[in-house]
């Protein structure tokens, strides 16, 4: 699946898996929620470098160190 990310649209997944990779020319913080349908973030469903653990999200170690 490929697809542009625009700022205030957000889409259901259409399959169960996917991979984000992000590039840029300067150092970015990318971060996932986990919603319901009506879009209301779960309790604790954020991830991002700081905090890369919940449940069937992975933040690769090493992601926050440094920009790549």
Avoid: K, W, Y
């Avoid at 697809?3 to 970015?28: C, D, F, W, Y």
């Amino acid at each position: 699946m490929t697809a542009e990310l625009v700022r205030g649209q957000n889409h259901p997944l259409p399959g169960t898996r996917l991979e984000i990779r992000v590039s840029a020319g300067h150092p970015v913080v990318a971060c996932a929620t986990c919603t319901d349908e009506q879009g209301t973030v779960l309790g604790g469903a954020v991830a991002h470098p700081g905090a890369p653990a919940m449940s069937g999200v992975e933040v690769p170690p090493g992601a926050g160190e440094s920009p790549r």
